[in-house]
C-alpha cells in the first residue's frame, strides 16, 4: 500500500504564494502518477496539476501559469508550488498516487486565501 503525508498549507493574503508537500511511502514502486486536487468548500474535489513517474506534467485551466508541480525522487516527495494565489484558490488540498491497482489519498492540507 501506498501512504501519503501532506504538508505545508496555511492562511494566505491574495496574491501570496505557498508550497505543498506530499510525502510518499509504502510500496512507492507502483506509483504511476501523483497528483494534487482541490477539494474547495461545497464543490467536488477536483484535479490542480499531476506529474507522470516519467516527469510529465499537466494542469488544470484555472492555475496553469501560477501553480508548478515538481518531485524529488531521492526523498519520495512531491512538491505543489503555489504563486498569485486567490481567493478562490482556497479549500483542502489532497495529495493522490495513483497506480495500476487503486488510488492512494493523503488526509489533505487546507490552503485558505483571504482577499
Known amino acids: 500500500q501506498v501512504q501519503l503525508v501532506e504538508s505545508g498549507g496555511g492562511l494566505v493574503q491574495a496574491g501570496g504564494s505557498l508550497r505543498l508537500s506530499c510525502k510518499a511511502s509504502?510500496?512507492?514502486?507502483?506509483?504511476?502518477?501523483m497528483g494534487w486536487y482541490l477539494q474547495a468548500p461545497g464543490k467536488q474535489r477536483e484535479l490542480v496539476a499531476v506529474?507522470?513517474?516519467?516527469?510529465?506534467?499537466n494542469y488544470s485551466d484555472s492555475v496553469k501559469g501560477r501553480v508548478t508541480i515538481s518531485r524529488d525522487i531521492v526523498k519520495n516527495t512531491v512538491y505543489l508550488e503555489m504563486n498569485n494565489l486567490k481567493p478562490e484558490d482556497t479549500g483542502v488540498y489532497h495529495c493522490?498516487?495513483?497506480?495500476?491497482?487503486?488510488?492512494?489519498w493523503g488526509q489533505g492540507t487546507q490552503v485558505t486565501v483571504s482577499s
Open positions: 506529474i507522470t513517474s516519467g516527469g510529465t506534467t
Open positions: 493522490n498516487a495513483r497506480t495500476t491497482w487503486y488510488d492512494a
Open positions: 509504502g510500496s512507492i514502486f507502483s506509483i504511476n502518477v
